[in-house]
């Protein structure tokens, strides 16, 4: 059953993407665990204020570096990101050159083919890992081992966004660069990934492709500068402080009586 949200509500953004999982789960693209998944990033998300802070900016450059510099770049496609992001998705691999490949963790055959018709539908002429995933990545156990061979089997560069921490660990263990958009900055995900953008992946995805765009007339003496001037560890430990001090401000502020939800 569909609601009516209205515009001027305080949640309105958040409760559309809500809806649009819903509509992803009743279309059979989305699992339950996928809606849980999705609560957990909402949390984070209303912790930073729903919003692209600094230090996923830079993690965005860094990003759009890498997958410029990219000999095989592969977006990584999974049921949220199909239900709440196809067409953003699909402007991000053209924008990088990038290819599109499902990848599910709960994998069924028909699942990942109603995922690969929503992207078609949205523009993509060809989507990886539908018949073709018969290579292997090592020592994953889960459904998520099974992969394209002309796609993330032999990608330098994936980009993954809602991912497990394990898939992260054994594809940088294949010696992958992996861009993750994650909120959860605390994830194992986030932890093992090349590149953390911590940022909801409805506003994330979009800004990304702005960066790509942006950045690919330069050099490449200049990409690979970009690359090697940005620390991981560090723009995750900004994050925290980031969350840190909005924390500490809320806190005062709501002593004062000064906040309400939805303000920034
Ligand atoms: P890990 O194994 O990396 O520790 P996990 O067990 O939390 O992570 P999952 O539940 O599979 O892994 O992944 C969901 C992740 O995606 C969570 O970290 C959650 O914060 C994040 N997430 C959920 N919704 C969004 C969203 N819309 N945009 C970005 N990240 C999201």
Known sequence: MRIEIPRAHPRYQSLMIREKLVEGFEKGLVVPQGLIAHGRGECFDYIIGEKTIEPALKAMRAAAAALLLAK???????GNVAALVPEEVVRLAKASNAKIEVNLFYRTEERVKRIAEVLKLHGAEEVLGVDDATATIPELFSERRKVSPRGIYVADVVLVALEDGDRTEALRKMGKTVIAIDLNPLSRTSLAASITIVDNVVRALPKLTEFVEEMKNEPRGYLEEVLKGYSNAKVISEVLDYINRRLRE???????KVWSPGEP
């Open 250 to 256: 809320l806190s005062e502020r709501i002593h004062e």
């Open 72 to 78: 095989h770049p592969v977006v990584s496609v999974n």
